[in-house]
């Protein structure tokens, strides 16, 4: 077997996902998910650091963001710096090719509390970088934590639209109507 | 041994902490738990579904907070209604009598990764339980979703406020100052 396999944290992702849908979280080994994958074991602890982890990709969300958010112009407030974050987002992970897989990724992880605590983890990380990318720009400290908190949110809910449209609505588009409304929604607390 | 035991999730909160600071949390088991507070481990059961769960005293905080809620001031928009909530808070948990306990507690949880997972969930937990005990208010769903965000946030500054400060000082004022803080943040962003 060839050292160098291409997609590798992808096909591992797409495997355990398959087997933990057919058979449950609890009864699904690693060696079983990189046997599916047609992999093996080292490969899948390169990328993972272990079974909670292959559905999380890396913490390249983090880096993701982050990016975006520093590449914002400059004359980019708090909120226009975290669209550029979600638009980001939205062009690289919530894209339509993606939907089925995370449609199925996001059932998995509903019915499995261990996941849902690594999933409530992953989403501190998401809300600490994005702070610390705004903090980086010179927004105050307070600020860039509603900033990210509020942003975060809007994430959220603009997921929970994109997954529940059948139209073939961007996730970038959704993601800055749902900034607006919750912008909108802090003038109503 | 009496099948009533007196504080006993409290005995074994505080037996819990101290062995996870001497021996680490890896290494300290349910029954050793059990034992250190002078209980068995059925009782342990009774109270608590697993070592994370010792922690975490059985979600009655999330009761807490939905009740102070539900009981503010009909006159009480959304972070009025909060307040009141952390004003609870402020009463039942993070008292000067508790302030000890709970900075060792959080010494151990951020020392550990399984902890800070349980952790994240649960508050995910109170901020979901803020936000319906808002939209039983009448509270629209995406204003409560703010609102218990924020609110979340605020007390997550209160308490760090909480933790560093030698004075006095009670929670509830510093959740207020916070609430205060939150919401003068939120139109800078």
């Known amino acids: 077997m060839a050292r160098w396999e291409p997609n590798a944290p992808e096909r591992l992702a797409h495997a355990a996902l398959d087997l933990f849908a057919e058979r449950g979280y609890e009864n699904t080994t690693v060696i079983d998910i990189a046997q599916r994958a047609g ?22 969300m983090d880096e993701l963001l982050a990016e975006a958010i520093a590449a914002a112009p400059a004359t980019a407030g708090p909120f226009e710096a975290i669209a550029h ?11 339509p090719a993606r939907r089925e897989f ?12 261990e996941l849902q605590e690594r999933e409530a983890l992953k989403n501190l990380a998401l809300i600490a970088s994005m702070a610390d990318a705004l903090r980086q720009r010179g927004v105050p400290d307070l600020t860039a934590r509603v900033a990210a908190e509020l942003g975060a949110l809007a994430s959220t809910i603009a997921f929970e639209r994109w997954s529940r449209t059948t139209a073939d ?17 802090t003038a109503l607390c």
Not at 45 to 58: A, Y
Not at 169 to 185: C, E, I, M
């Open 39 to 60: 992999l093996g074991k080292t490969t899948f602890f390169r990328h993972f650091q272990d079974k909670r982890e292959v559905l999380f990709g890396r913490g390249m």
């Open 85 to 95: 974050a979600l638009d980001a987002a939205g062009g690289a992970v919530f894209t």
């Open 102 to 113: 995370i449609a199925r990724r996001q059932t998995v992880i509903a019915a499995n509390p």
């Open 169 to 185: 609505d961007d996730f970038s588009k959704l993601a800055r109507q749902a900034l607006d409304d919750v912008q909108a929604s």
